[in-house]
């Protein structure tokens, strides 16, 4: 990742200004116009963090060598439907434009272009890059690319109408408009869009069916990827790791080292696991992991019983915190058979 520092940074600024921009949902109520420039500031300052991270990725795209695989196509897409759901952002956190197109058509769009390419676009890509690693087989790729091209354009077709609809007037949340008003067209144009899309995502479950039918197997690593996950058979074994591997970078399996590949020294017939310190990862301590139980299902049970009786009675908190205690009793009761191990594990040299 170019940068690293920075998009760590920047991504701390997104979520710190956030806090201060949810306004902008709320600039047609009423609400101080001093109050509302405070929000406005916060709305347009949190497209500069957002900018770093967008150079941050297209610098680590033109420094790296691209393989135009699926996942990647859908992290373009991303790339270009976010900036412009960003740049309509920017047009909305100003409150006299936001007057005009508040409940049009042109937040709808904005909407769609910033939850859509923000994450379902990336989403679609991380599901074809760690679908063989946890369903052990490949999404077939010209599938996946008709997928994300009719998903791609369908999506534009569907939501760029939408920001003209909404400057010439369309409101929303109507079900039907009035012939004659020169909406006709694009509004059409958007209902194609959107049929076009669900056969997008019916080519997606075609290819997640057909892929999971298929007896070819996917190999440990179909990417050339630098994370730990990629150096065990896909699907991960139930224990993942033999043994514990030593971690010297971000892409560990890209960075060689003379040391030694795996923890040593912990127990073989206790279910131990190495803490390390925070700030450079020096061995600290080797606690004892508990074995099976069904204690934890029990609270976790008990405690949604609880909540969701509470929402109809106030007896239920009563009532329902007697299985809560005794799920949680049962899980922190000390055991005989871990204790001796324990025990015996003070005393090892």
Not at 179 to 192: P, R, V
Not at 249 to 256: F, S, Y
Not at 326 to 340: H, K, Q
Request: glycine share 6%.
């Amino acid at each position: 990742m170019f940068g690293y520092p920075a998009m760590v940074l920047s991504l701390i600024a997104t979520a710190f200004l956030s806090f201060g921009l949810w306004v902008h949902h709320m600039f047609a109520t009423n609400i101080p116009e001093l109050g509302k420039s405070f929000f406005t500031a916060a709305s347009l300052m949190i497209a500069i963090p957002s900018a770093i991270q967008i150079f941050c990725w297209i610098s680590t795209l033109w420094t790296g060598k691209l393989n135009l695989r699926v996942p990647l196509l859908f992290v373009l897409a991303f790339f270009f439907i976010l900036v412009m759901g960003g740049m309509t952002g920017i047009m909305v956190a100003s409150v006299p434009l936001d007057l005009q197109v508040h409940d049009t058509y042109f937040v709808v769009a904005h909407l769609h272009y910033v939850l859509l390419g923000g994450a379902v676009f990336p989403l679609f890509g991380a599901f074809f890059y760690w679908f063989p690693k946890f369903a052990g087989r490949m999404l077939d790729e010209r599938l996946g690319k008709w997928q994300f091209w009719l998903f791609f354009i369908a999506f534009n077709v569907t939501f760029f109408p939408m920001h003209l609809l909404g400057l010439e007037g369309m409101p929303r949340r109507v079900w039907t408009y009035p012939h004659g008003l020169g909406w006709d067209g694009m509004n059409l144009t958007a209902t194609i869009g959107a049929y076009a899309i669900a056969l997008s995502v019916l080519l997606f479950i075609v290819n997640v069916v057909k892929s999971l039918r298929s007896d070819e197997r996917a190999a440990a690593d179909p990417w050339g990827a630098g994370t730990l996950e990629w150096s065990v058979p896909s699907p991960p074994p139930p224990h993942n790791f033999d043994a514990i591997p030593v971690v010297h970078g971000r892409d560990p399996l890209w960075e060689p080292s003379a040391q030694p590949a795996f923890v040593a020294g912990l127990a073989a017939d206790a279910r131990e696991v190495l803490v390390t310190s925070v700030l450079d990862a020096q061995p600290d301590h080797r606690p004892l992991f508990p074995t099976p139980s069904i204690w934890p299902l029990a609270s976790a049970v008990a405690t949604t019983i609880l909540f969701i009786g509470s929402i109809f009675t106030p007896w239920a908190i009563v009532w329902a915190s007697l299985p809560v205690a005794v799920a949680m009793i049962g899980w922190f009761w000390p055991d005989r058979a871990e204790n001796r191990l324990a025990v015996a594990r003070e005393r090892r040299p």
